[in-house]
């Protein structure tokens, strides 16, 4: 999925000649404690909302100040991915996305980047869990996929977290099976280090559904 499927539009970026009250006004409508400022088209940074509260002239035009902006962007084609790790590495609240002349396109929100990430690791979807630790040379998806398989069930996603220092990694394993006990046997039976398992029930479904929603609602408020 690729930066251009995230874009939500319905929230405005800001003008150098808004108000610094009104810039705080459409934060808290819209959840944000950030909003791109545009110029025309050109998109000229990121204020926060402790940028204008540090400002202390909330009637005065955000232009008439000496503004120091930050300036993170994604580009349209840019994978979901990467609009994650820049999210997450500089806390934002929302991303902005730019043209290759730096033409202001549009934002992508916390909110939008969490529903499609559920989509994209099959979060919602009903299954077991399970998280195999190896070394880096050991790591095979076809093999692993190939013992899921011959028990019946399909890997719906996948995460790998890496530990350099040791040279091994965890991958944690979402399948389409709610009883992995066979799953988990083979693992063993092929000297796979198994350190997690999750089987879920109905009531864990429904609860985990229930928290999700609970999750959409707090970012829709």
Not at 25 to 54: A, C, Y
């Given at each position: ?10 929230i ?14 459409f ?26 509260i ?65 989509l ?43 530990d ?5 990694l ?6 389409n ?45």
């Amino acid at each position: 999925m690729l930066a251009k499927d995230l874009i939500t539009e319905d929230i405005p970026p800001l003008k150098t000649s808004d108000l610094g009250q009104e810039a705080l006004g459409f934060m808290q409508e819209f959840h944000v404690t950030h909003l791109p400022i545009v110029n025309n088209k050109q998109f000229l940074g990121l204020i926060s909302e402790q940028d204008i509260i540090d400002l202390n002239e909330p009637k005065t035009p955000l232009g008439n100040h000496k503004l120091s902006l930050i300036n993170p962007f994604v580009h349209s084609n840019q994978h979901l991915y990467e609009v994650i790790n820049l999210v997450a590495r500089l806390k934002l609240s929302l991303i902005p996305v730019v043209d290759e002349d730096h033409n202001y396109i549009g934002i992508i929100t916390l909110k939008s980047i969490i529903e499609n990430l559920s989509l994209q690791s099959s979060i919602k979807e009903p299954g077991g869990i399970i998280v195999l630790e190896m070394g880096f040379h050991d790591y095979a998806l076809s093999e692993i996929a190939r013992i899921v398989e011959s028990n019946g069930a399909k890997i719906l996603s996948t995460f790998i977290d890496t530990d350099a220092s040791k040279r091994t990694l965890r991958l944690t394993l979402k399948v389409n099976k709610l009883d992995i006990k066979h799953i988990i046997a083979t693992f063993e039976r092929f000297k796979y280090n198994v350190i997690e398992t999750f089987m879920e029930d109905t009531h864990d479904i429904d609860s985990f559904k229930d928290r999700y929603d609970i999750l959409m609602k707090y970012l829709n408020m």
